[in-house]
């Protein structure tokens, strides 16, 4: 295609225009229980409207609503009470399934047409329809079923082409009708692949790690936000218990006997009938770091490295002194001794050592000698810039908290 230049407004306009809309489509997705509506499942059938149904409650759709920054923060909270209560929680896990648990049919009830289907459908037995053993079988027990052969509706149209090729008295209106009675019977439009087929491997009544750790990091996403916009401290806090009861049901917060497997290993899911399941086949490590960072009060913004310990916990700090060990920029293994009452840990191969004090500063040790310190929570740009380059300038940030500002 051709490029053409457009005027800023232009796209600004499209912009704004595009979030009315997708503004309203979460609004209408809004569930009686205050969950949302994960997928929106449309029919084109009918040539003068599109109709729409829903599929069950899902534990992405909640993950996607809470990250997308449109909830209020007494929506959100009203989310997450509902969510503990609902057909996602796993108690004995403590941690939430991918999609609800239920019962499939039977291997004998599949493929099981019901009589009234065919009878609303007005197909008699012996027309050319009903009576075409390629298209309908009868079993003993007098249940229909569709031919074994047709594993799909292209393939359906294929053997009513074929039918009416050879019988042309064969209506129009019995081709629609047993297409839609195939549809009816086996509900394509509704597969959600093996979550909703297998036991295991993510499916029927298995938490899918990687989503949980998803939740949990939209939470304390909707957490800062909160923090910023300085809401109402009963919201700040119940959002923040809501992170820790997500945060607990995670295997490294687990015992082994209850995880299943070593807690520090990162799996992809938990069946209900067992522990957990394929190790390393996970992105969960990732959301699981960041979420770390945030615990920590680490945010980046203006290009300058930030810290609120609004989430921080008490028992994060040390009880007795301990030696810090990490690898800096130039991959050489260093440490640093600590005492009670601080924490450590690196962001970009820099350590950054937090303790308890009277205010609020950030003390910035340089490589090349000397110290640079700023009242206040954060690095300003230029040695932000320094450790996400890692080029060395920075050799260690301290970093003060009021005991208060916990």
Known sequence: GERHSLDIREVVDLLRLGKQYIDHSIATNKREDDLYHAYNLIDLRDPDAVSIRRLYEMLEGQVAVLS??????????????SLRKSALY?????????????????????NRIPEKLIKDAG??????????????VKDAAG?????RNLRNARLLKEALAEIKHHTPEMSDREIERTLEIYEAVFDHQSFTGRSGTFYKYEGLGSIYWHMVSKLLLAVQDTFYRALDAQADPAMLEALKAHYYEIRAGIGIHKSPELYGAFTTDAY?????NS???QPGMTGQVKEDILSRFGEFGVVVRGSKIQFHPALLKPAEFLSKPQVFEYYDVHNAQQSLALNPAMLAFTICQVPVVVQLGKENKVLVTLQAGGEIETEGLEIEAALSKSIFNRDGTVAKVEVR???HAQ
């Open 68 to 81: 997308a920054g449109y909830l209020s923060w007494e929506a959100s909270v009203a989310l997450l009470d």
């Open 90 to 110: 796993r108690e004995d896990q403590s941690s939430y399934l991918l999609y609800p648990n239920r019962d499939l049919a039977r291997f004998a009830d599949k």
């Open 123 to 136: 197909l008699a037995e012996g027309n050319s329809v009903l009576g075409n053993r390629n298209i309908f």
């Open 143 to 147: 249940n229909w079923h569709f031919n």
């Open 268 to 272: 992809s899911h938990t069946p209900e």
């Open 275 to 277: 522990g957990a399941q």
């Open 401 to 403: 908290i009021a005991s």
